[in-house]
């Protein structure tokens, strides 16, 4: 068959009846079957929901753990399979092998100029992907009990200076901010028209993990005035979209972006991981604790033996638990897999007991 488009070709006609995902890999690795977890005396799916919405829930989740993600081959917003090569939009991507991460080729231009975006962009025409073919396939390593949480990465903004280099994005704000705004909306669009698909064809889900890096390491790359004039009604039309469709939502946000916190929070978006310790943790719980449900990640040192992991779990439910919508990832030393169960085991223990005691169970 032939497209307008060839990368929309190669998506096109590829067989995902198949595993795309190269062994090892983050997409490969969030496509892989998860062990039941037994022994809870409530339903993990609605009880992470409770935590993220501040629901009381039953015990605090374990952030990651607790659920299952879906990531769709099928969704080309990467290289299928997520290595060196070219997304379906045209973007060349490389992996960066430092942090075993995708990074847009420098240099990449998909289009002329911004200016030209209306002339020259090809979009995805996602009716001639095989959505249903790929959406039986990741169903099967669903785990029922768990929530299961879709992987909707490249967001409004980062999609733009994928296409084009970051420095003539953010001028755009300035030179073109109407036509930058019809951008936005269209990007909107495709992103309400993709999410469609996956809740048609993957079963079921409950909610999204929205990607879209906002800031640097030292603040936000906009101001307030800007992020809210700008960034925010596309973005907020989106994520009212998945709100009516049911789904809760998650942000994916990379750099110090405590600044846009409340507008998060505006918008609709129920939990955020903050990237640490550049956001302070106790700051954002203290201020939006009652608010926005975050995930911290905890690092568990590599000589952390049993008792000093089931310590590190006991003290984070007491440090950030009284709020009912906080839970860790914790770090451990994949060659110890004892760490990981000593943490997990006494975060479900002690905060079950601690939730009881703090709604009168």
């Given at each position: 068959?032939?497209?307008?488009?060839?990368?929309?070709?190669?998506?096109?006609?590829?067989?995902?009846?198949?595993?795309?995902?190269?062994?090892?890999?983050?997409?490969?690795?969030?496509?892989?079957?998860?062990?039941p977890?037994?022994?809870?005396?409530?339903?993990?799916?609605?009880?992470?929901?409770?935590?993220?919405?501040?629901?009381?829930?039953?015990?605090?989740?374990?952030?990651?753990?607790?659920?299952?993600?879906?990531?769709?081959?099928?969704?080309?917003?990467?290289?299928?399979?997520?290595?060196?090569?070219?997304?379906?939009?045209?973007?060349?991507?490389?992996?960066?092998?430092?942090?075993?991460?995708?990074?847009?080729?420098?240099?990449?231009?998909?289009?002329?100029?911004?200016?030209?975006?209306?002339?020259?962009?090809?979009?995805?025409?996602?009716?001639?992907?095989?959505?249903?073919?790929?959406?039986?396939?990741?169903?099967?390593?669903?785990d029922?009990?768990?929530?299961?949480?879709?992987?909707?990465v490249?967001?409004?903004?980062?999609?733009?200076?994928?296409?084009?280099p970051?420095?003539?994005?953010?001028?755009?704000?300035?030179?073109?901010?109407?036509?930058?705004?019809?951008?936005?909306?269209?990007?909107?669009?495709?992103?309400?028209?993709?999410?469609?698909?996956i809740?048609?064809?993957y079963?079921?889900?409950?909610?999204?993990?929205?990607?879209?890096?906002?800031?640097?390491?030292?603040?936000?790359?906009?101001?307030?005035?800007?992020f809210?004039?700008?960034?925010?009604?596309?973005?907020?039309?989106?994520?009212?979209?998945?709100?009516?469709?049911?789904?809760?939502?998650?942000?994916?946000?990379?750099?110090?972006?405590?600044?846009?916190?409340?507008?998060?929070?505006?918008?609709?978006?129920?939990?955020?991981?903050?990237?640490?310790?550049?956001?302070?943790?106790?700051?954002?719980?203290?201020?939006?604790?009652?608010?926005?449900?975050?995930?911290?990640?905890?690092?568990?040192?590599?000589?952390?033996?049993?008792?000093?992991?089931?310590?590190?779990?006991?003290?984070?439910?007491?440090h950030?638990?009284?709020?009912?919508?906080?839970?860790?990832?914790?770090?451990?030393?994949?060659?110890?897999?004892?760490?990981?169960?000593?943490?997990?085991?006494?975060?479900?223990?002690?905060?079950?007991?601690?939730?009881?005691?703090?709604?009168?169970?």
């Amino acid at each position: 068959m032939e497209y307008t488009g060839r990368f929309m070709q190669v998506a096109a006609n590829r067989d995902y009846s198949k595993s795309w995902q190269k062994p090892g890999t983050f997409p490969w690795m969030l496509q892989q079957p998860k062990p039941p977890i037994t022994g809870r005396p409530y339903s993990i799916k609605e009880n992470y929901i409770r935590c993220v919405k501040g629901e009381k829930p039953f015990w605090m989740p374990a952030y990651m753990t607790e659920t299952n993600t879906i990531w769709p081959d099928a969704m080309e917003e990467h290289p299928v399979p997520e290595e060196n090569g070219y997304d379906w939009w045209g973007v060349d991507w490389i992996m960066e092998e430092r942090v075993q991460g995708m990074i847009t080729k420098p240099g990449t231009r998909t289009i002329s100029d911004f200016a030209n975006w209306k002339e020259e962009l090809e979009w995805p025409d996602l009716s001639v992907v095989d959505f249903k073919t790929d959406g039986a396939k990741i169903q099967k390593a669903l785990d029922p009990d768990r929530a299961h949480i879709y992987e909707c990465v490249e967001g409004i903004f980062e999609r733009l200076h994928e296409m084009i280099p970051f420095t003539e994005s953010l001028l755009a704000f300035y030179e073109e901010p109407e036509l930058l705004e019809e951008f936005f909306q269209k990007m909107a669009d495709y992103k309400i028209e993709s999410c469609k698909k996956i809740f048609e064809n993957y079963g079921r889900v409950d909610g999204v993990l929205y990607h879209d890096d906002w800031g640097t390491q030292r603040a936000g790359f906009f101001s307030n005035d800007m992020f809210e004039e700008q960034i925010m009604p596309a973005t907020k039309r989106f994520l009212s979209f998945l709100k009516d469709e049911g789904k809760f939502i998650e942000l994916h946000s990379c750099g110090k972006n405590m600044q846009y916190v409340p507008f998060m929070i505006e918008m609709g978006i129920d939990m955020w991981t903050p990237q640490l310790p550049i956001n302070n943790p106790d700051e954002l719980y203290e201020k939006y604790g009652d608010q926005m449900t975050f995930a911290f990640f905890v690092n568990i040192p590599h000589d952390a033996d049993e008792a000093e992991c089931r310590k590190i779990a006991r003290d984070f439910v007491d440090h950030f638990g009284a709020k009912g919508r906080c839970m860790p990832c914790f770090m451990t030393d994949f060659t110890k897999p004892e760490q990981g169960m000593a943490a997990h085991d006494e975060l479900f223990n002690y905060s079950l007991e601690y939730y009881n005691k703090l709604y009168n169970r």
